[in-house]
């Protein structure tokens, strides 16, 4: 059995919850279970061996269900804990963040019911009650007997093989959350430490499963042997990817969950000398088990382009498929066709290909000679299946838009409904109640006969989006007030589609959908304007419940 420690623990997204603190009930009240990491406790830092070094951390779990969670270690009815170190730094004016360690999973199997996080109704020791909370010591998390390879488990189902296989190891960094010294003894500025624990818990539902990785920052003493320790609280039921925002305000997200899971892209552009953009993308696989082989971002006519970089993580210890290592090779990078694109190898080529797996991130980086405009990025699938591609509303380097933003809800000609403006620039709608605007972007070609037009918006609530075609732009493409947002399609208007968003996020035309031109009745040239109507809280804003992106203009030909 393995020792376990009480910690201090942070609940939900803003509550604090001490040891004898009176517990916080409302947070606790998910249908079935929901077992998330409410706290990231101390760490423990292990031996050099050769050119790494490793760590582990504490973890405090919490079960926010009305039901209990199965601790059962002898069985495959208990959760598994992934360990990720991240790395913040600044290079030539640019800001990065970076993951630069990683763990095989820690498999649980003793839950000790204690009440740090709401009213608890105590399981037993293999099963953890609802409302009960249970911690782990860093050195329990870092037994190295006590893991299994990544690849075992499914993060969607909670499903793992059990027992796990058992690979040979030898030294003190195998298995546990390892990373370069190199890449701790930097000398550089804005260095920022940060570890992120990922829970996947078997009894869960579907539903559930994205609010299972939380971060805490960590300070770094370098050395031949360098130490990290914990800093400030918890940032629970958040992945790590969200403190580069907390870091730098230039950052902006995105998400998709088309690939069967939640991927994440945080994207900045970074002036770095006159004439000259660095393009920064962090791309975050925090639950897909198919994981994803390529990515693309569209570059404008004329923009020259320098200094295409990638960075990934190490796998380690063999864990791999076959129990080898995963390949490690760098992504290939090829620039043409309006874009550039990182591609690994497909699944039908080499399964344990250097794709991007859950738990990982990877970065993508150039400099351009443009400043930023909208575009549309693409995810590609590594293990094959449907949809096969995913694309995002992101930053192009340069004007790769197929048409032209109009009705921004950023407080113009036309103001928002209720001072809801959002960032002028940002090409997107008024805030809704998540306070984000909605904005609605597109790619591909606009051509009659060979229509590849995809429309895509992001930054919505979890609700229905209606893409909407009007053959006019309402009073010259300001609009005018309607709900929550702006109405800017107008004149003879075609319903595109109905859609369910999933990550705030959703696009036109999907598999089986018509093209846009022949759904939009488009015959002849000329043009058309494009806008996502959708739903939004009815307690935000006006007494309408729902909002609409930008409106955006495209030209047919």
Not at 324 to 344: E, K, M, S, Y
Not at 441 to 449: C, D, E, N, P, R
Not at 472 to 477: H, L, V, Y
Request: aromatic residues 8%.
């Amino acid at each position: 059995m393995r020792s376990n420690h009480r910690f201090s623990t942070l609940i939900g997204l803003a509550a604090l919850a001490s040891v004898g603190a009176t517990p916080v009930v409302a947070q606790c009240a998910t249908p079935g279970v929901d077992v998330i990491v409410s706290e990231v406790g101390g760490a423990t830092n292990y031996a050099v061996s050769g050119a790494y070094d490793a760590l582990s951390l504490g973890v405090t779990f919490c079960n926010l269900g009305t039901q209990s969670a199965d601790w059962q270690g002898a069985t495959a009815l208990h959760p598994v804990l992934g360990q990720a170190l991240y790395r913040h730094r600044v290079v030539a004016g640019a800001s990065r963040f970076e993951q630069i360690g990683l763990s095989w999973l820690h498999h649980q199997s003793t839950a000790l019911n204690a009440a740090l996080c709401c009213t608890c109704t105590p399981g037993s020791l293999s099963s953890l009650g609802a409302g009960c909370s249970t911690t782990s010591t860093a050195s329990a998390v870092g037994t190295q007997g006590n893991m299994g390879p990544r690849h075992e488990a499914d993060p969607q189902t909670g499903a793992f093989v059990w027992p796990s296989s058992d690979p040979p190891y030898a030294g003190s960094v195998a298995r546990r959350l390892r990373f370069a010294v190199a890449d701790a003894n930097l000398a550089e500025p804005g260095l920022a430490w940060f570890a992120e624990l990922h829970v996947v818990e078997p009894g869960e539902s579907a539903t559930e499963r994205d609010d299972n990785a939380s971060h805490r920052a960590l300070t770094c003493v370098p050395g031949a042997n360098p130490s990290f320790m914990t800093q400030g609280a918890t940032t629970a039921q958040q992945p790590a990817i969200f403190a580069w925002q907390t870091l730098d305000a230039g950052v902006s997200y995105v998400e998709t969950s088309a690939l069967g899971g939640r991927v994440i892209v945080a994207q900045r552009a970074s002036a770095i000398e006159p004439g000259w953009w660095h393009y920064e993308f962090v791309v975050h696989n925090q639950n897909a088990t198919d994981a994803v082989r390529s990515f693309q971002v569209p570059i404008g006519s004329g923009t020259a382009v320098r200094n295409a970089g990638f960075h990934d993580v190490e796998h380690h210890s063999g864990d791999g498929l076959g129990d080898v290592d995963q390949d490690g090779t760098d992504w290939n990078v090829t620039l043409g066709d309006g874009r550039i694109a990182w591609t690994t190898d497909a699944f039908a080529t080499n399964p344990n290909a250097n794709a991007l797996r859950w738990g990982t991130t990877y970065n993508f980086r150039f400099d351009a000679s443009a400043a930023p405009s909208a575009g549309l990025a693409e995810l590609e699938r590594f293990v094959p299946g449907v949809p096969a591609t995913a694309t995002l509303a992101v930053m192009s380097a340069g004007s790769a838009a197929v048409g032209l933003v109009l009705c921004e809800g950023s407080g113009g000609a036309v103001p928002c409904p209720c001072a809801n403006a959002s960032t002028p620039g940002a090409g997107e709608g008024c805030l809704n109640s998540f306070a984000t605007g909605g904005r609605l972007a597109a790619g591909g070609i606009a051509q009659l006969g060979s229509d590849t037009l995809v429309l895509a918006a992001s930054g919505m609530p979890n609700s229905t989006a209606l893409f909407f075609q009007g053959t006019t732009a309402i009073a010259g493409g300001v609009g005018a007030p309607f709900g929550d947002g702006l109405r800017c399609a107008g004149g003879s208007s075609v319903r595109l589609g109905t859609k369910l968003n999933a990550g705030g996020a959703s696009s036109y035309p999907g598999p089986g959908d018509p093209s846009v031109s022949v759904k939009g009745l488009v015959t002849g040239p000329g043009s058309r304007v494009y806008q996502v109507w959708y739903r939004n809280a009815a307690a935000f804003c006006t007494a309408s419940t729902f909002n609409l992106t930008n409106g955006f203009e495209v030209v047919w030909s």
